[in-house]
């Protein structure tokens, strides 16, 4: 959008930075009749408001200079004059949204400020970042090598897509606030995210599973049964309170997740969740329930799954001493724990639930990701997808068939009868 106004005899014309949207109209408009109240006073400055301009030149000794106010001048070369540098606006983002935010997400998002953005955007003004930058610091964070250690011979990973999405997803939330209030064009908006390849999961088999459970330590033991049969996440199988496990109506009530050393709200409100209890989890509770449950007053505060001094299980902790040496002990590929609520949804899948109870007990708002996630898993359970189907052809077929070789037999018996006769 441009300007288009008459000063000193002479039909002005200066472009803007914005695009033509409602907001950026009404907010030049705003401008314009500022620009022609000047003009009509005389005070009019030229080159305050288009200093890029080449008419600022021609205009340069007027009558009497006005500041004009530089925040309403929808100009990238003005606006520079006063935008603040990334890093100063960043912290007082930070500041303003974190209310928003749970205390995971505040360390995430710190964590990617700290180690992406404010190197390379915290000494840049606001208006200084655009799409080339942008896209030259994506091109930088995928050539990188995560894990990299040169003294050691380590050559790294890439980093993933996802990881990548994310940090864009963080510098465009901060470039939507600057436009919001300085009238900027946010450059991340036609920047499209990149594309994540599907990655396959591996849940445990049956005859896998129950081994585990077999030769695990006897003190994991419930532990395991209850990660396997419920398909909790780590965080949400850590941070289980006696007050949340219903044994009368048999269902796990999902309020809190613990995380970096910390108990929270779980990772998204349809988490919070009710899981029906099956009788293998119910019995390993159970055997788990101290014997002064009754008479503990704080009883219901404590946790499920925790250590001798009550503290809730340490993810690296169980991952080194228990389950990487459980899983070479018997000789299976290594996958992360959470493997087993895959295990468990499949399960879930093989034995006919409905896929809307199992995207309930899962924590899914929908069953989108169930069928996206599992179903492929389900034949090698069930050993039956397909088979109605199989069944229905091979009769038709078959049928078919043997109609067919009954008309060719009734065809020979009549010619052989034929030939019987003439003899």
């Known amino acids: 959008m441009f300007f288009d106004f008459r000063f000193r005899g002479n039909r002005c014309r200066e472009y803007s930075a914005l695009d033509d949207t409602p907001a950026n109209r009404r907010k030049m408009e705003k401008v314009l009749a500022k620009i ?20 600022a030149a021609r205009f340069k000794t007027p009558k009497t200079v006005k500041e004009a106010d530089p925040m309403q001048v929808p100009n990238a070369a003005a606006l520079s004059i006063v935008l603040p540098f990334c890093s100063d606006f960043t912290q007082q983002w930070r500041s303003d949204k974190q209310v928003e935010w749970r205390m995971s997400y505040r360390d995430a998002v710190q ?62 939330m901060i470039l939507d606030e600057a436009a919001l209030q300085f009238g900027l064009q946010n450059p991340c908006i036609s920047i499209k995210r990149l594309k994540l390849q599907r990655v396959d999961i591996e849940p445990f088999t049956v005859n896998e599973t129950q081994g585990i459970l077999a030769r695990v330590r006897q003190d994991y033991r419930p532990y ?17 309170k006696w ?24 990772k998204t409100d349809g988490s919070q969740r009710e899981i029906q209890m099956s009788r293998v989890v119910s019995e390993a509770l159970l055997t788990m329930r101290p014997a002064d449950f009754e008479t503990d007053p704080q009883f219901g505060e404590r946790y499920v799954f925790c250590t001798r ?53 899962l924590g899914h708002t929908t069953t989108e990701m169930l069928f996206r ?40 018996l009549k010619a052989k009868a034929k030939q019987g006769g003439k003899s």
């Open 111 to 172: 964590s990617i400020l700290t180690t992406h953005l404010l190197p390379a955007f915290g000494e840049k003004r606001l208006d200084q970042i655009d799409r080339s930058t942008v896209l030259a610091f994506r091109s930088h964070l995928a050539a990188k090598r995560v894990g990299a250690n040169i003294e050691k011979g380590i050559e790294g990973k890439p980093m993933a897509p996802a990881t990548i999405n994310r940090i864009i997803g963080i510098l465009r």
């Open 243 to 266: 007050k949340h496990v219903d044994f009368e109506r048999r269902q796990i009530l999902i309020r809190e997740t613990f995380q970096d050393g910390r108990t929270e709200y779980t």
């Open 224 to 240: 395991l049964s209850f990660r396997f049969f419920t398909g909790v996440r780590s965080g949400e199988a850590h941070g289980l």
């Open 36 to 55: 022609e109240s000047e003009i009509s006073a005389g005070t009019l400055d030229y080159g305050q408001y288009f200093p890029g301009s080449k008419m």
């Open 309 to 361: 001094s009550g503290k809730p299980i340490d993810n690296t902790n169980f991952n080194d001493r228990v389950w990487k040496p459980l899983l070479r002990n018997l000789d299976l590929k290594y996958r992360r724990p959470y493997q087993m609520r895959h295990t468990c949804a499949t399960l879930w899948l093989a034995a006919g639930e409905s896929p809307e109870w199992i995207a309930r007990q």
């Open 373 to 412: 996630t599992y179903s492929r898993y389900v034949p090698n359970l069930m050993r039956q997808d397909g088979s109605a189907f199989d069944s229905m052809v091979s009769s038709v077929v078959n049928g078919g068939l043997r109609a067919a070789n009954d008309s060719f037999l009734q065809v020979g």
